[in-house]
């Protein structure tokens, strides 16, 4: 339980990092920080399947590629542009703090327990891949299918908007 | 082992993900704004894992699961659009993009 709210915490610090350091670099390794430490509350939770998933895809795949387009891009510091005070700034707190207020308001007015619908357990494991497993293929079977040609749609695009056009070439 | 009470769950998830908010609206920097909008899909993720895991059902996990491979084709066709504004711009900082601003 005290390893819940250190995690916590953690991903929250790393979050915190990603809003306030300068160098977006910097930024992204706070923000795989944050991933892990995300991916051990699941754990906590658990929702092994999800945690490995979080690491393999999110902290893995996703911060990689975050960091190879930062390395190409050569990025300097924002500058003195980093955070310029203004009144729509001010009002981006205001915005910011206002969703989080609705939320622990709602939180804090209704037990979230009471909400969900109990359902007695049957004492088997619940998060075991092999149920995930028949489920992604008997009851998702579309929705997988769907998503593995987003996918591929989305590997054509990358790759049509990311090359690079010759002044020679006629396109 | 114990199990994490939901009310934690939702307070963590809504902690990240008005920090997210506040990456998008406060930075200037394209990259770190999408950073931020990966940190509110997690932050959306956690609680759909807190849900699953007091409603004792799987659908959650498989939500999560289309939510991050949505999320990983979201990143890669999001990055290379901001590879070509580089491209084009030599700079990162959205204020300076108005193209299609009215």
């Known amino acids: 339980m005290i390893l819940f709210?250190?995690?916590?915490?953690?991903?929250?610090?790393?979050?915190?990092g990603v809003l306030f350091l300068r160098n977006p670099i910097q930024g992204a390794m706070s923000l795989v920080g944050s991933f892990f430490s995300l991916a051990a509350?699941?754990?906590?939770?658990?929702?092994?399947?999800?945690?490995?998933?979080q690491v393999l895809v999110y902290a893995g795949a996703?911060?990689?590629?975050?960091?190879?387009?930062?390395?190409?891009?050569?990025?300097?510091?924002?500058?003195?542009?980093?955070?310029?005070?203004?009144?729509?700034?001010?009002?981006?707190v205001v915005i910011a703090f206002g969703i989080w207020a609705q939320?622990?308001?709602?939180?804090?007015?209704?037990?979230?327990?009471?909400?969900?619908?109990?359902?007695?357990?049957?004492?088997?494991?619940?998060?075991s891949i092999k149920l995930i497993g028949q489920l992604l293929f008997t009851e998702y079977?579309?929705?997988?299918?769907?998503?593995?040609?987003?996918?591929?749609?989305?590997?054509?695009?990358?790759?049509?908007?990311?090359?690079?056009r010759y002044p020679g070439s006629s396109s | 082992m114990m199990q994490i009470p939901l009310g934690h769950i939702l307070v963590l998830s809504s902690l990240l993900f008005s920090i997210g908010v506040l990456g998008v609206l406060l930075r200037r920097n394209a990259i770190v704004i999408?950073?931020?909008?990966?940190?509110?899909?997690?932050?959306?993720?956690?609680?759909?894992?807190?849900f699953a895991q007091s409603m004792n059902s799987l659908n959650g996990v498989m939500f999560?699961?289309?939510?991050?491979?949505?999320?990983?084709?979201?990143?890669?066709?999001?990055?290379?659009?901001?590879?070509?504004?580089?491209?084009?711009?030599?700079?990162?900082?959205?204020d300076e993009f108005n193209l299609l601003r009215w």
């Open chain 1, 5 to 16: 709210y250190l995690f916590a915490l953690l991903s929250v610090l790393g979050a915190l």
């Open chain 1, 41 to 53: 509350v699941y754990v906590m939770m658990q929702a092994e399947f999800v945690a490995v998933i």
């Open chain 1, 62 to 92: 996703i911060m990689v590629l975050f960091l190879f387009v930062l390395m190409l891009l050569s990025l300097r510091d924002e500058g003195p542009s980093f955070i310029r005070w203004s009144v729509g700034k001010v009002l981006a």
């Open chain 1, 103 to 127: 939320l622990a308001l709602v939180l804090g007015q209704h037990d979230p327990e009471a909400l969900v619908p109990q359902i007695v357990s049957s004492g088997e494991e619940v998060d």
């Open chain 1, 141 to 164: 079977l579309l929705p997988f299918e769907a998503i593995s040609l987003l996918l591929l749609v989305a590997v054509i695009g990358a790759v049509v908007i990311a090359k690079r």
């Open chain 2, 34 to 50: 999408f950073m931020s909008i990966e940190l509110m899909l997690n932050a959306v993720n956690l609680s759909f894992v807190g």
């Open chain 2, 64 to 94: 999560i699961f289309f939510i991050i491979v949505v999320a990983a084709a979201e990143a890669v066709v999001g990055l290379s659009i901001i590879l070509s504004l580089y491209r084009s711009r030599r700079t990162l900082n959205i």
